[in-house]
T-cell receptor
């Protein structure tokens, strides 16, 4: 039979532009959210996290926004660089319980 | 710290054979996770240990899969007998006191 794989959402941006990657999470009881970056051939790498008592958190060139009302998470990357090309996963969990669930991922491609 | 160490990096085996994947978590971490990544299903949590005790194995596909953590510095994921549909990249991750986990480089398993 025909195999069907995950069709990752793909975002292509010009080098130097800002990138916004969006994610919808499923569990309204989740109180901790993490963005991971996965480069080809490597394991996911922690980028930034945010707790549910916050709606924005900034890191180096990255900002995470949380909208609990609509269960939406976004990752903003400023001045996107070729090294930012990767698959980005949002994940949700509860601080009282270490289990983390990953979303399907978004593939970011940076055009030099 | 060398990070989470997985071995082997690549494994090719024949259907029906036993496969054992190994993981050394980051020293001092008290939670360990096994994930499987495929194009079809994305990144799935198989099992999670806390303080060497299995907490949640609801993601283990079937009885052919088993995982152990005999001590704080070592874990194994065993598949017996292996089948072609088990072909995937298997990741081990560890964490301490938070939900954000550090991932190993993964083991790419091919069952022919």
């Amino acid at each position: 039979g025909e195999s069907v794989g995950l069709h990752l959402p793909t975002l292509s941006v010009q080098e130097g532009d800002n990138s916004i990657i969006n994610c919808a999470y499923s569990n309204s009881a989740s109180d901790y959210f993490i963005w991971y970056k996965q480069e080809s051939g490597k394991g996911p790498q922690f980028i930034i996290d945010i707790r549910s008592n916050m709606d924005k958190r900034q890191g180096q060139r990255v900002t995470v926004l949380l909208n609990k009302t609509v269960k939406h998470l976004s990752l903003q990357i400023a001045a996107t660089q070729p090294g930012d090309s990767a698959v980005y996963f949002c994940s949700e969990g509860k601080t009282s319980y270490d289990k983390v669930i990953f979303g399907p991922g978004t593939s970011l491609s940076v055009i030099p | 710290d060398a990070g989470v160490i997985q071995s082997p990096r690549h494994e090719v085996t024949e259907m029906g054979q036993e496969v054992t994947l190994r993981c050394k978590p980051i020293s001092g971490h008290n939670s360990l996770f096994w994930y499987r990544q495929t194009m079809m299903r994305g990144l799935e949590l198989l099992i999670y240990f806390n303080n060497n005790v299995p907490i949640d194995d609801s993601g283990m596909p079937e009885d052919r899969f088993s995982a152990k953590m005999p001590n704080a510095s070592f874990s194994t994921l065993k598949i017996q007998p292996s089948e072609p549909r088990d072909s995937a990249v298997y990741f081990c991750a560890s964490s301490f006191g938070s939900v954000s986990a550090f991932f190993g480089q993964g083991t790419r398993l091919t069952v022919v």
